[in-house]
């Protein structure tokens, strides 16, 4: 079973749908406890300090199922929130999972970036396992992830700068990009997810 956190701010119907349409078994969790997950799809739409604010009573929950080696993938905001901090909303804090910022796209460049743009194949993952470089994913987004450490991403795209599309350490997944959203090879991708799952 897929848990799908429901914090308020997700696109829950296009991820659970996703998710059913590849046989998995997703279910929208409103509560901090995920008893019987085999992975967690944190989903997001919307600022970065309002959905740490609803965020807030999963972290704990959230980090546990972490430690204990349960799969997570973080989509858009989501991917976000794994971050230090971000320029949206200066004073929140995030989950601090990955070390780094979230920063404003740069002036010069349609804000926010909205459609589809193409990944860089920076390193094989599991999760990303049948894309290949110059595969097109659909973007909603105007701030964007900088690791402190190189080594997390494993695909990049490029709106004005190189940024991180895809962010892979251990158990824990994201995609600035909304897979949900991204035809097939989107899909493919919640398929890669689902199969670590069932590792």
């Known amino acids: 079973m897929i848990a799908i956190v ?16 590849i046989g998995a078994d997703p279910k929208v969790f ?14 997001g739409v919307g600022s970065f300090g309002m959905c740490m604010s609803r965020l807030s009573q999963f972290q704990e929950a959230l980090f546990e199922s972490l430690q204990s080696g ?32 979230v920063v404003r796209l740069p002036e010069g460049v349609t804000i926010p970036q ?30 964007y992830c900088l690791p402190e450490d190189p080594s997390v991403v494993a695909a990049t795209t490029e709106h004005g700068v190189e940024m991180a599309a895809a962010v892979i350490r251990d158990n824990l997944s994201a995609t600035q990009f909304h897979p949900e959203k991204s035809g097939a090879k989107g899909l493919l991708i919640l398929e890669n997810f689902v199969r670590s799952t069932r590792c």
């Not at 308020?8 to 659970?16: A, C, K």
């Not at 901090?32 to 989903?43: K, L, Q, S």
């Not at 993938?73 to 990955?98: H, K, N, T």
Request: charged share 20%; aromatic share 14%.
């Open 30 to 43: 409103t509560e901090p406890r995920f008893e019987g997950a085999d992975g967690i799809v944190i989903p």
């Open 114 to 143: 909205m459609g589809w743009n193409n990944l860089s194949m920076k390193r094989e993952v599991p999760l990303l396992e049948g894309i290949r470089d110059g595969d097109m994913f659909y973007f909603v987004h105007s701030y």
């Open 6 to 21: 429901n914090y308020g701010m997700g696109n829950l119907f296009s991820i659970y749908n996703a998710l059913s349409k």
């Open 70 to 101: 349960t799969p997570m993938l973080g989509i858009c905001i989501g991917m976000q929130v794994l971050f230090d901090r971000s320029m949206e909303s200066p004073g929140a804090r995030g989950f601090g999972w990955i070390k780094g910022d």
